[in-house]
């Protein structure tokens, strides 16, 4: 089942269900902190306002009480997240 994700000041989108929650975001052009990809660091964790997700891996990173790294997990249900320093999208390169 499809799960919508709303980024708080930003936009919302359905991901594809194989993705990680970080994959995602990227295919969104939607700028993310990130080094690891397998939640050992927690460069890129987002406070989770509503919803679940499950972990794919389980984090090795501290994860404060309502954050969530996104390299390792996918929606459980839809979710809405805040980005710190809010929801910016990569610009196109225009050549």
Same mark, same amino acid.
């Given at each position: !089942? ?5 980024? @708080? ?9 194989? @993705?990680? @929650? #970080?994959?995602? #975001?990227? /295919?969104?052009? =939607?700028? !993310? %902190? ?10 890129? /964790?987002?406070? #989770?306002? %509503?919803?679940?997700? =499950?972990?794919?891996? *389980? ?9 969530? @790294? ?7 249900? *839809? #979710? ?11 610009? %196109?390169?225009?050549?």
């Amino acid at each position: !089942m499809a799960h919508i994700i709303k980024i @708080l000041e930003g936009f919302s989108f359905i991901p594809r269900a194989e @993705l990680s @929650l #970080l994959e995602a #975001l990227e /295919q969104q052009r =939607v700028e !993310m %902190d990130y080094q690891c990809r397998e939640g050992f660091c927690g460069s890129c /964790q987002v406070s #989770l306002i %509503d919803g679940e997700v =499950v972990y794919t891996t *389980d984090p090795i990173a501290f994860i404060p009480e309502g954050k969530i @790294l996104t390299c390792c997990c996918r929606p459980k249900s *839809d #979710l809405t997240i805040e980005i710190p320093g809010g929801c910016k999208k990569k610009k %196109d390169n225009v050549e």
